[in-house]
């Protein structure tokens, strides 16, 4: 092959992938979205109940808190470092928010903008021991589990607080529905649900022209509507369930925004693509002039300020602050990176695998507490699945990459 | 932006960096003592000197990644100290460092722009991303590579074009080249020089390292020589070639092949490759190596040298096919057999393949080693430490004692620890991947000699490069690999690097258009083996 001529060779118009080829390729790189789809399925079967308008609103308000924290940490594994204190965070800035609303009679905004300027504090904190000063985020977060869960039992008089009610316990309780009516439904809901489905779709067509402008091999046709309507279809029906219950959660519309605004900021920011960067060769990034104490500083941050609305959703979930509330969530919100795709070396994880990876642990947990599984068996199923679904991944990566090379 | 102050004007001055007295330890290590250079616009000067003479430290003093300890450094006209690498990009200092520093996981494009990703309104564009880098990336001759793709799938060479186009797309009035032929072949070589010809017309200043000589009159004006932190002196670069030796290593290098054959092609097959098939990258290969021999492999990028030494050493797995050592069979990907039955690999890429850079100069030497002397499962420290120091010694690494982190060593030095890893092994197949990459002349005949030493022994050796000078000079027979086959063997006392190379970019796909179908790229190899240089490779050959 000579680097000199063929310059000018003309590309051919459309690169259209073969279906069959795209399909074992999709199949190949969406196995984690695979999975997640075989998990539901498994539990619908095995707990029709599982399916059902309450079951389904309950997921969501109950798992958000998981959803906020893996959009954090997905940053912070993809930076190639971790955070093991974000579990000891929740409870803080939850016992601070019960303290200054339920125990000062504050109203509740300032109860959240207590809580989330200690998580910002919290943030600093450790941004400047690892950034600046250069300890690993294992051992800096090591030390800030064991400082934070104290400060919070400190705070709390090693006794809960509560109730928050009114707006504060709305945050993860209310629901927004009624605006139009509806029988029995809240037509509401699948109106947000109408719009944000064809958002999607108009964004996808907007991904597939701009991939054919610059030449890169697109989906076939058949792929791309079948991708479309499943999308539509899932999403219609699970708003179809919920508009049978209480409408559409308000967490859910919290959540929605945080996961658009992270997926671009990891996506389609210099921020987010540098944190890419020095996860992935942290000397190539410095010699290229990334910054990288900066970044990771305040990515850093960013993991305080996640937390603390995190430990805001968990407490108006709980309607109160607890001394022991978030204890281990920063294993569920580690596992939910991985099982989404994160690669434990750095440099390698999508948002919306985290997501995805958040959403499988959730699932998990719900259908076995609503099968009646026993306590000691849910957290063995749990890590039996965090193990497998990595070992699957890391089995389908080695064997696209043969395929491939 | 793309004015360049040499052209728009001129009657400004010409000078475009000036160091004065210039110095840098690391701890008690003095690297770098007064050193006073000026590089002016449109100039290339080379900077030559031997592994650990202080290159490297030089221009990340200049590029902003180091600081100074004294002197003054002055660019444009001014006095700087820039703090980080962006300032000294937005000053106008572009670098291209030693080592492949890319990150694997990310689209070719995104690290073409890395540190500096277009962006609108704090979003970056996409659009704007892979035009800018497609745009360097024809500079480079690459043109149709897909920017999408992630660069860990690339090859070494592709990677450093894409180093070098991530240098290009700053629009520098300086730039720095450390050591970026190491990595390519002839063809991409001439392709980088032409560029480099290309903007020394638009008069920007260029600093280039390379321990190739003949690369010295090529393309350089000047040379500055260092040796241990001292600059000897700086003079044209049509200095001939003998004196920039005496000047780099301090004393004379009678001939820089000496290859001594000894083998009739009756010994003993230690090696015995047959109709191996690794997917399209490995075609039917068949290959012999016998005791006393040293085979070299030669071939442009993406041949399948590297894959066919990693598949016969177990390193990677591979479909059909027979790889016999020492008269037994191995089986496909079963590397510990491999190392068992004699075959040591020194790999391509020492940075993520053969070292360990936390590790220190002991450790990295002894891996290979460690089980084998092991005394009921307790690693023999002392004499491992004995070995590698002795070996170390022999290879003339360069370091502070052997429990310096090889991290902390400069780039050929770090080579010249693979290599002392299998050296001591005593493989007796062994096989090299780019033996000499970055190695210094006078290392460089240390490796060839060692290399003599265990053929003589009894031992064969394996050698794919891409340095033809080298593989015509060091082989006894010469294999061209071509798109995953081999397509021609020949003995190396009547090889020409003419015939290498037109069996080496032959299109083998279709046979008609063949052979000397390129010759601007053949010619470019010519220039360099042919290089009026003593210790011409081919003369030595049929001289012993
Ligand atoms: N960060 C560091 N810490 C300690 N010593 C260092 C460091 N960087 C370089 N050195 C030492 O400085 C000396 C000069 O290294 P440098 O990389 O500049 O050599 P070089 O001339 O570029 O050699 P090569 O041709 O092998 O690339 C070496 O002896 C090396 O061990
Ligand atoms: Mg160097």
């Given at each position: 092959?000579?680097?000199?001529?063929?310059?000018?060779?003309?590309?051919?118009?459309?690169?259209?992938?073969?279906?069959?080829?795209?399909?074992?390729?999709?199949?190949?790189?969406?196995?984690?979205?695979?999975?997640?789809?075989?998990?539901?399925?498994?539990?619908?079967?095995?707990?029709?109940?599982?399916?059902?308008?309450?079951?389904?609103?309950?997921?969501?308000?109950?798992?958000?808190?998981?959803?906020?924290?893996?959009?954090?940490?997905?940053?912070?594994?993809?930076?190639?470092?971790?955070?093991?204190?974000?579990?000891?965070?929740?409870?803080?800035?939850?016992?601070?928010?019960?303290?200054?609303?339920?125990?000062?009679?504050?109203?509740?905004?300032?109860?959240?903008?207590?809580?989330?300027?200690?998580?910002?504090?919290?943030?600093?904190?450790?941004?400047?021991?690892?950034?600046?000063?250069?300890?690993?985020?294992?051992?800096?977060?090591?030390?800030?589990?064991?400082?934070?869960?104290?400060?919070?039992?400190?705070?709390?008089?090693?006794?809960?607080?509560?109730?928050?009610?009114?707006?504060?316990?709305?945050?993860?309780?209310?629901?927004?529905?009624?605006?139009?009516?509806?029988?029995?439904?809240?037509?509401?809901?699948?109106?947000?649900?109408?719009?944000?489905?064809?958002?999607?779709?108009?964004?996808?067509?907007?991904?597939?022209?701009?991939?054919?402008?610059?030449?890169?091999?697109?989906?076939?046709?058949?792929?791309?509507?079948?991708?479309?309507?499943?999308?539509?279809?899932?999403?219609?029906?699970?708003?179809?369930?919920?508009?049978?219950?209480?409408?559409?959660?308000?967490?859910?519309?919290?959540?929605?925004?945080?996961?658009?605004?992270?997926?671009?900021?990891?996506?389609?920011?210099?921020?987010?693509?540098?944190?890419?960067?020095?996860?992935?060769?942290?000397?190539?990034?410095?010699?290229?002039?990334?910054?990288?104490?900066?970044?990771?500083?305040?990515?850093?941050?960013?993991?305080?300020?996640?937390?603390?609305?995190?430990?805001?959703?968990?407490?108006?979930?709980?309607?109160?602050?607890?001394?022991?509330?978030?204890?281990?969530?920063?294993?569920?919100?580690?596992?939910?990176?991985?099982?989404?795709?994160?690669?434990?070396?750095?440099?390698?994880?999508?948002?919306?695998?985290?997501?995805?990876?958040?959403?499988?642990?959730?699932?998990?947990?719900?259908?076995?507490?609503?099968?009646?599984?026993?306590?000691?068996?849910?957290?063995?199923?749990?890590?039996?699945?965090?193990?497998?679904?990595?070992?699957?991944?890391?089995?389908?990566?080695?064997?696209?990459?043969?395929?491939?090379? | 932006?793309?004015?360049?102050?040499?052209?728009?004007?001129?009657?400004?001055?010409?000078?475009?960096?000036?160091l004065?007295g210039v110095s840098k330890s690391?701890?008690?290590v003095s690297v770098l003592r007064g050193i006073d250079l000026?590089?002016?616009?449109?100039?290339?000067?080379?900077l030559l000197g031997e592994?650990g003479a202080g290159k490297?430290t030089l221009?990340?003093?200049?590029?902003?990644?180091?600081?100074?300890?004294s002197g003054?450094?002055?660019?444009?006209?001014?006095?700087?100290?820039?703090?980080?690498?962006?300032?000294?990009?937005?000053?106008?200092?572009?670098?291209?460092?030693?080592?492949?520093?890319?990150?694997?996981?990310?689209?070719?494009?995104?690290?073409?722009?890395?540190?500096?990703?277009?962006?609108?309104?704090?979003?970056?564009?996409?659009?704007?991303?892979?035009?800018?880098?497609?745009?360097?990336?024809?500079?480079?001759?690459?043109?149709?590579?897909?920017?999408?793709?992630?660069?860990?799938?690339?090859?070494?060479?592709?990677?450093?074009?894409?180093?070098?186009?991530?240098?290009?797309?700053?629009?520098?009035?300086?730039?720095?080249?450390?050591?970026?032929?190491?990595?390519?072949?002839?063809?991409?070589?001439?392709?980088?020089?032409?560029?480099?010809?290309?903007?020394?017309?638009?008069?920007?200043?260029?600093?280039?390292?390379?321990?190739?000589?003949?690369?010295?009159?090529?393309?350089?004006?000047?040379?500055a020589v260092l040796r241990d932190g001292d600059l000897i002196d700086v003079?044209?670069?049509?200095?001939?070639?003998?004196?920039?030796?005496r000047m780099m290593v301090g004393?004379?290098?009678?001939?820089?092949?000496?290859?001594?054959?000894?083998?009739?092609?009756?010994?003993?097959?230690?090696?015995?490759?047959?109709?191996?098939?690794?997917?399209?990258?490995?075609?039917?290969?068949?290959?012999?190596?016998?005791?006393?021999?040293?085979?070299?492999?030669?071939?442009?990028?993406?041949?399948?040298?590297?894959?066919?030494?990693?598949?016969?050493?177990?390193?990677?797995?591979?479909?059909?096919?027979?790889?016999?050592?020492?008269?037994?069979?191995?089986?496909?990907?079963?590397?510990?057999?491999?190392?068992?039955?004699?075959?040591?690999?020194?790999?391509?890429?020492?940075?993520?393949?053969?070292?360990?850079?936390?590790?220190?100069?002991?450790?990295?030497?002894?891996?290979?080693?460690?089980?084998?002397?092991?005394?009921?499962?307790?690693?023999?420290?002392?004499?491992?430490?004995?070995?590698?120091?002795?070996?170390?010694?022999?290879?003339?690494?360069r370091?502070?004692?052997?429990?310096?982190?090889?991290?902390?060593?400069?780039?050929?030095?770090?080579?010249?620890?693979?290599?002392?890893?299998?050296?001591?092994?005593?493989?007796?197949?062994?096989?090299?991947?780019?033996?000499?990459?970055?190695?210094?002349?006078?290392?460089?005949?240390?490796?060839?000699?060692?290399?003599?030493?265990?053929?003589?022994?009894?031992?064969?050796?394996?050698?794919?490069?891409?340095?033809?000078?080298?593989?015509?000079?060091?082989?006894?027979?010469?294999?061209?690999?071509?798109?995953?086959?081999?397509?021609?063997?020949?003995?190396?006392?009547?090889?020409?690097?003419?015939?290498?190379?037109?069996?080496?970019?032959?299109?083998?796909?279709?046979?008609?258009?063949?052979?000397?179908?390129?010759?601007?790229?053949?010619?470019?190899?010519?220039?360099?083996?042919?290089?009026?240089?003593?210790?011409?490779?081919?003369?030595?050959?049929?001289?012993?």
């Open positions: 092959m000579s680097l000199t001529d063929e310059m000018d060779t003309a590309l051919p118009e459309v690169r259209s992938a073969k279906l069959g080829r795209y399909m074992l390729d999709s199949a190949q790189k969406n196995g984690i979205l695979l999975a997640f789809v075989v998990v539901v399925i498994v539990f619908s079967i095995l707990q029709p109940a599982f399916l059902s308008p309450s079951n389904l609103t309950n997921l969501v308000l109950q798992y958000a808190y998981v959803l906020i924290l893996a959009l954090g940490m997905l940053m912070v594994i993809v930076l190639a470092q971790i955070d093991l204190s974000v579990g000891s965070v929740i409870a803080l800035t939850g016992a601070v928010a019960a303290v200054v609303c339920v125990r000062g009679g504050a109203p509740w905004w300032a109860g959240v903008l207590a809580a989330l300027g200690v998580g910002l504090l919290v943030g600093l904190w450790q941004g400047f021991w690892v950034a600046v000063v250069g300890i690993p985020g294992f051992i800096v977060s090591l030390g800030g589990m064991l400082i934070f869960r104290g400060l919070a039992q400190l705070l709390l008089d090693y006794k809960s607080l509560s109730p928050f009610g009114g707006v504060y316990y709305d945050i993860s309780n209310g629901f927004l529905n009624g605006l139009f009516g509806g029988d029995g439904f809240d037509v509401f809901t699948l109106v947000i649900f109408a719009i944000a489905v064809v958002g999607y779709a108009a964004s996808q067509w907007k991904a597939r022209l701009g991939q054919i402008k610059y030449r890169q091999t697109v989906a076939p046709w058949p792929a791309f509507l079948a991708k479309l309507v499943v999308v539509a279809v899932v999403a219609l029906a699970f708003a179809w369930q919920i508009s049978h219950n209480r409408g559409l959660p308000v967490i859910l519309i919290i959540l929605a925004v945080f996961i658009m605004v992270y997926g671009l900021l990891m996506g389609r920011t210099g921020f987010g693509r540098h944190i890419y960067a020095i996860g992935g060769n942290i000397l190539a990034a410095q010699l290229s002039g990334v910054k990288v104490k900066w970044v990771t500083f305040w990515t850093f941050v960013n993991m305080g300020f996640l937390a603390a609305v995190a430990g805001i959703v968990y407490s108006a979930r709980m309607n109160g602050a607890q001394p022991a509330a978030g204890n281990g969530f920063e294993l569920d919100a580690i596992a939910a990176c991985f099982i989404g795709g994160a690669s434990t070396t750095g440099g390698i994880g999508r948002i919306g695998g985290a997501v995805i990876g958040g959403l499988i642990m959730a699932v998990i947990s719900n259908g076995m507490q609503l099968m009646g599984v026993s306590q000691g068996v849910q957290p063995v199923v749990k890590g039996l699945i965090l193990t497998i679904a990595v070992a699957f991944d890391l089995w389908n990566r080695r064997r696209s990459a043969t395929v491939a090379g | 932006m793309a004015t360049w102050a040499g052209r728009e004007d001129p009657s400004a001055p010409t000078e475009l960096l000036r004065t690391f701890g008690p000026t590089v002016h616009r449109g100039e290339v000067m080379v592994n490297s221009i990340k003093l200049i590029a902003g990644i180091h600081r100074l300890d003054s450094i002055q660019f444009d006209g001014v006095p700087v100290q820039f703090h980080s690498v962006a300032q000294g990009e937005a000053a106008g200092i572009a670098t291209i460092h030693q080592e492949l520093n890319n990150v694997p996981q990310l689209s070719v494009a995104e690290n073409i722009l890395l540190g500096r990703l277009p962006s609108r309104a704090g979003f970056v564009t996409p659009g704007a991303i892979r035009r800018r880098a497609r745009q360097a990336l024809a500079r480079v001759g690459l043109s149709d590579l897909d920017v999408d793709q992630p660069v860990g799938r690339l090859g070494v060479a592709h990677q450093q074009l894409i180093e070098i186009a991530h240098a290009l797309d700053v629009e520098a009035k300086l730039l720095i080249l450390d050591e970026p032929t190491a990595a390519l072949t002839a063809e991409e070589i001439s392709a980088l020089f032409a560029i480099m010809v290309d903007l020394r017309s638009r008069g920007v200043g260029m600093i280039f390292i390379s321990h190739h000589l003949d690369e010295v009159a090529r393309v350089g004006d000047r040379v003079v044209p670069a049509d200095t001939d070639q003998a004196r920039l030796v004393r004379d290098i009678a001939d820089q092949y000496p290859r001594h054959r000894q083998t009739d092609g009756e010994s003993e097959v230690l090696l015995d490759v047959e109709h191996l098939c690794q997917g399209k990258r490995l075609l039917d290969i068949c290959l012999r190596a016998r005791a006393g021999e040293v085979v070299g492999l030669a071939g442009l990028v993406g041949a399948g040298r590297t894959e066919l030494l990693r598949a016969i050493f177990g390193a990677d797995h591979y479909d059909t096919g027979v790889v016999q050592v020492c008269g037994r069979r191995l089986a496909s990907g079963r590397l510990r057999q491999g190392i068992r039955e004699g075959l040591g690999l020194v790999p391509e890429d020492r940075k993520s393949q053969g070292l360990v850079a936390q590790a220190s100069v002991r450790e990295n030497i002894g891996y290979a080693t460690l089980a084998s002397t092991a005394h009921a499962g307790f690693v023999d420290r002392a004499g491992q430490a004995g070995r590698a120091e002795a070996v170390a010694r022999r290879l003339r690494v370091m502070r004692d052997v429990d310096q982190p090889v991290a902390d060593l400069s780039g050929g030095n770090q080579q010249k620890v693979v290599f002392a890893r299998w050296a001591l092994a005593g493989s007796q197949v062994l096989l090299l991947d780019e033996p000499t990459r970055g190695v210094d002349v006078g290392a460089r005949v240390e490796i060839y000699e060692f290399i003599n030493d265990i053929t003589a022994a009894g031992a064969t050796v394996v050698m794919a490069s891409s340095d033809l000078p080298e593989v015509l000079g060091m082989s006894d027979r010469i294999v061209v690999m071509n798109s995953g086959r081999i397509v021609g063997e020949i003995p190396a006392d009547q090889a020409t690097s003419d015939q290498v190379m037109a069996l080496a970019v032959r299109d083998v796909e279709s046979p008609e258009a063949s052979g000397g179908a390129n010759p601007p790229e053949v010619s470019g190899e010519t220039d360099r083996a042919q290089a009026p240089n003593h210790g011409d490779p081919i003369k030595d050959g049929g001289n012993r």
